[in-house]
Antibody
Framework: EVQLLESGGGLVQPGGSLRLSCAAS????????INWVRQAPGKGLEWVSA????????YYADSVKGRFTVSRDNSKNTLFLQMNNLRAEDTALYYC???????????????WGQGTLVTVSS | QSVLTQPPSASGTPGQRVTISCSGS????????VSWYLQLPGTAPKLLIY???QRPSGVPDRFSGSKSGTSASLAISGLHSEDEADYYC??????????FGGGTKLTVL
């Protein structure tokens, strides 16, 4: 059974940092690109970042470019999102979402985690 | 403001057919496939349609998708009360970004 489990969320002050993790199981992790998608309270979905199956290619929304870094450890089936210089507008539920097909990146995500909540507030 | 444009709301009565539109541009909907997601309150999104018109296993054939040019549509026929949810379209953009629509809240009257 495919499972994605995010962790690392919490309350942080503006300008602070957090590192989110996404532990994956039930599929060949190293064959799939993964997306990070967030949802602010009461708002819609926003794509944040993505990483290729190998980890060599990374992609970011303009809103987080230069502040967030996505990475993965294929030996540990884990995805990370390092978030620096956090702002109030980064407050959201952060989901990791697996691509549907191996070695593709088309924002077709067939499995999602339950999300981890990040709150940026003083 | 979302890159893909969806109506904020839609409604229908049980048994009715409803459609939700998704408008993009030549760099996203026009050149890449469109996916649709359903989100029930308090839950993670669920893939409903991918590659414009393909249904994952387990998704009823009441749900169908189509695309023409820079616009896509999700159709739900034989509306059920449990279809009441938020619906999002999504696509990859040639500028190497993922993009979502703003979401459509479907109400079953």
């Amino acid at each position: 059974e495919v499972q994605l489990l995010e962790s690392g969320g919490g309350l942080v002050q503006p300008g602070g940092s957090l590192r989110l993790s996404c532990a994956a199981s039930g599929f060949t992790f190293s064959n799939y690109a993964i997306n990070w998608v967030r949802q602010a309270p009461g708002k819609g979905l926003e794509w944040v970042s993505a990483i290729s199956s190998s980890g060599f290619s990374t992609y970011y929304a303009d809103s987080v470019k230069g502040r967030f870094t996505v990475s993965r450890d294929n030996s540990k089936n884990t995805l990370f999102l390092q978030m620096n210089n956090l702002r109030a507008e980064d407050t959201a539920l952060y989901y990791c979402a697996k691509e549907e097909e191996e070695f593709q990146l088309l924002l077709i995500s067939d499995y999602w985690g339950q999300g981890t909540l990040v709150t940026v507030s003083s | 403001q979302s890159v893909l444009t969806q109506p904020p709301s839609a409604s229908g009565t049980p048994g009715q057919r409803v459609t939700i539109s998704c408008s993009g541009s030549s760099s996203n909907v026009g050149s890449n496939t469109v996916s649709w997601y359903l989100q029930l309150p308090g839950t993670a999104p669920k893939l409903l349609i991918y590659s414009n018109n393909q249904r994952p296993s387990g998704v009823p054939d009441r749900f169908s998708g189509s695309k023409s040019g820079t616009s896509a549509s999700l159709a739900i026929s034989g509306l059920h009360s449990e279809d009441e949810a938020d619906y999002y379209c999504a696509a990859w953009d040639d500028s190497l970004n993922g993009v979502f629509g703003g979401g459509t809240k479907l109400t079953v009257l």
